[in-house]
């Protein structure tokens, strides 16, 4: 039709600026936070801290040097790094499924949902943390233990994400199936599931950053069993090793960071073309 | 003004081939609101009839009724439940959907065979002039368009009576009239039989071949109005003094309607 009634895709070509600029202004905000960090720890150990108190802040090029170049550390982080991470993804994958399991049956019975979600938010409000040792009793300190652990602690968000997904159609498209006779399982498959998908990778974003949390709350409880980032950090902060405790706690977060980039990276290429908010983003 | 209402009813029914009939059809619900009261009309192949009214006279709930979204209380309609094509207020597309998959999902609900629903939806597409924009999802589309995206969608199974729900409401004055124009190319075309919500006198009066008007508390019809202005309708008849008189008729009803 005429060009007054288009609204083409969000195109965003903002005057000729290059490509280089482009990457300046994308990055350059997060570079430049990173940069003072890095700025105001070696302020905290130089300046800041007293003479006798600055070892337990030691600056970057330590930490690195401590804990990635020399060899027993580094071998000790990596083993850790590998079991936690393990733990954290083989928790999160169950967790997701059986949340996406469970928010299928609520959506589409009323009384599925009564009988069930009072049971989730249960698993919210009762401290998991309190459990662990109780786990590490009945089941050892074994892998297993551990999954349990991630998959109490990160089920919850992700349920009722994919639930409220689920739940929250649009009125005027169920109508619009309704009128159609379409049945449950079309409903389901063509409407609600893709419906959801935003929600749902909201979800398992939230997820994921938790699973990495309750893998390295098992770990903190087990002093037997695979080791894990949990116990390196423990360890290393009794025997007053703070570098290679600050290289446990960089390698937990980057854990934790590219399990979220993953499932964001995921989520973008899923809904960029047709939801609102995303496609747009640096 | 209550026989003049009994008149048309009857010599309406006395052009055939009635496609939707509403029989002394009450809606009450069941907290009690009296929305519908004893209304009465048909709607044959090639009639446009409009139903204007204030808001909460109960025009949405005539048109669900119609659909068969909800139940009514007392009397009868009667329609082919399986032959309607809704449009709805919003252009209610998927917005995980590409334009063309929007207009093939009434066809795929139906249970048509993809090689048979893509030439149909081509068509329809073709029609509404959307054409050239199929591989779009609707985030990438006007107000206007959605809506066109919308109606191509109910064309495709080609039914026998449309029902729209204040389609046009949250479009601009110009896209409005546009889509007047376009709605009833595609009457002229196809021949259905339309039911139409609106609370725009003007628009009323444009599309249709009679224009009911409902007042609220109860929902009743206190007015109804023959349109005789042939088609095709130019655009400028709007501005003629028939077309006046018509909606400066159809206005005092909506006044009495208020009162």
């Known amino acids: 039709m005429s060009s007054t009634e288009q609204n083409g895709p969000s195109v965003v070509a903002i005057g000729s600026r290059g490509v280089l600029a482009d990457k300046v202004v994308n990055y350059g905000p997060v570079v430049l936070v990173a940069g003072l960090v890095v700025g105001v720890w070696y302020l905290m150990h130089y300046v800041i801290m007293g003479e006798r108190r600055r070892f337990i802040i030691p600056p970057p090029h330590r930490v690195i040097d401590e804990s990635f170049f020399n060899s027993t550390a580094r071998s000790e982080l990596f083993e850790g790094f590998v079991n936690t991470g393990r733990v954290a993804i083989l928790g999160?994958?169950?967790?997701?499924?059986?949340?996406?399991?469970?928010?299928?049956?609520?959506?589409?019975?009323?009384?599925?949902?009564?009988?069930?979600?009072?049971?989730?938010?249960?698993?919210?409000?009762?401290?998991?943390?309190?459990?662990?040792?109780?786990?590490?009793?009945?089941?050892?300190?074994?892998?297993?233990?551990?999954?349990?652990?991630?998959?109490?602690?990160?089920?919850?968000?992700?349920?009722?994400?994919?639930?409220?997904?689920?739940?929250?159609?649009?009125?005027?498209q169920l109508d619009l199936f309704r009128l159609h006779q379409a049945n449950w399982w079309t409903r389901l498959w063509k409407l609600q599931l893709p419906s959801a998908l935003p929600a749902i990778f909201t979800g398992l974003r939230i997820g994921a950053g938790l699973c990495v949390i309750g893998a390295l709350v098992a770990d903190f409880f087990f002093t037997r069993g695979d080791l894990g980032l949990g116990r390196l950090i423990n360890n290393y902060a009794q025997e007053l090793q703070y570098e290679r405790l600050f290289g446990g706690v960089i390698l937990a977060s980057l854990l934790g960071v590219a399990l979220y980039a993953l499932i964001g990276w995921i989520a973008?290429?899923?809904?960029?073309?047709?939801?609102e908010t995303e496609g747009n983003a640096a | 003004m209550s026989n003049h209402i009994a008149h048309t009813a009857t010599s309406q029914q006395a052009r055939g081939d009635t496609r939707l009939s509403f029989n002394n059809v009450q809606m009450v619900y069941p907290d009690g609101t009296n929305a519908l009261e004893d209304i009465s009309f048909d709607v044959a192949a090639g009639e446009f009839v409009t139903v204007v009214g204030p808001s909460g006279c109960g025009k949405s709930t005539l048109l669900k009724?119609?659909?068969?979204?909800?139940?009514?209380?007392?009397g009868d309609v009667a329609i082919d439940r399986d032959s309607i094509g809704y449009v709805f207020q919003d252009a209610t597309l998927l917005p995980f959907r590409t334009v063309q998959r929007n207009v093939e999902l009434i066809a795929e609900l139906h249970g048509m065979p993809k090689a048979e629903r893509r030439p149909l939806a081509a068509e329809a597409i073709e029609l509404v002039n959307l054409k050239g924009h199929e591989k779009k999802y609707p985030k990438q589309l006007s107000g206007g368009m959605r809506m066109r995206c919308s109606l191509a969608r109910s064309l495709v199974m080609k039914p026998e009576v449309f029902l729209f729900d204040e389609p046009f409401g949250a479009l601009d004055e110009i896209s409005r009239e546009r889509l007047n124009a376009e709605v009833l190319s595609l009457f002229k075309q196809e021949n259905f039989?339309?039911?139409?919500?609106?609370h725009s006198v003007a628009e009323a009066v444009f599309l249709s071949t009679r224009v009911l008007v409902m007042s609220a508390h109860p929902g009743r019809i206190i007015d109804d109005i023959d349109i005789p202005f042939d088609f095709p309708r130019e655009h400028d008849l709007r501005y003629t003094p028939e077309f006046g008189e018509i909606a400066a008729r159809v206005s005092h009803g909506l006044l009495e309607a208020h009162a």
């Open chain 1, 92 to 172: 999160f994958f169950i967790a997701a499924i059986l949340a996406f399991v469970g928010a299928v049956v609520m959506a589409l019975s009323r009384i599925a949902e009564r009988a069930l979600f009072p049971w989730a938010v249960m698993l919210q409000t009762i401290p998991v943390i309190a459990l662990v040792p109780l786990f590490r009793v009945w089941f050892g300190p074994t892998v297993k233990t551990r999954v349990i652990t991630c998959v109490l602690v990160a089920i919850f968000p992700i349920v009722t994400n994919f639930l409220f997904g689920l739940k929250s159609v649009d009125r005027g």
């Open chain 1, 268 to 275: 973008n290429r899923v809904l960029r073309d047709w939801h």
């Open chain 2, 65 to 74: 009724i119609a659909s068969g979204l909800l139940d009514h209380t007392g």
């Open chain 2, 193 to 198: 039989a339309a039911l139409f919500i609106t």
